[in-house]
């Protein structure tokens, strides 16, 4: 599985920290940056990771800013990312489980590092539960079919 990662200042030490676990977790794990820390806007990385995901050319995006918020308003603009903003591991479990999330937003001034390990694991292991959620997905991208004419 093919990993997307990126952040603003507020969440770079985090983003440091999740692509050491991630490597060593053995996923393939590409850095949208930034590369140093330094301020910076988080639209700016946020849509380079997200629009890898939109493409298809990764499978999945972490985003990380202070709260989360902004990264997940940009990734969900995307078409076909489904960015879910999560602080604990149940949500990432739903997320994806009845949202089929393919872009976990973080927020890097809200939780502990070693949450976010846990937080991203869930993200990582759980499989889309289908069905009725299937149908209610499929409702989400014909309202932006249409939006997007
Ligand atoms: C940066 O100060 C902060 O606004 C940003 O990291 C994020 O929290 C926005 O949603």
Known sequence: ??????SDHAGYEM???LIAYLKKEGYEVIDFGPDVLKKVDYPDYGAKASAELSSGTIDRAILICGTGIGMSIVANRFPGVRA???YDPFL??????HN???ALALGGRIVANELACEIVRIFLETK???GRHLRRIKKIEK???RTEK
């Open 92 to 97: 990432a479990e739903i997320a994806r489980l």
């Open 100 to 102: 089929d999330a393919n």
């Open 143 to 145: 309202i932006c079919s």
């Open 128 to 130: 889309f539960g289908g």
């Open 1 to 6: 599985m093919r990993i997307g990662i990126a």
């Open 84 to 86: 879910a903003l999560c």
């Open 15 to 17: 983003k440091r920290y």
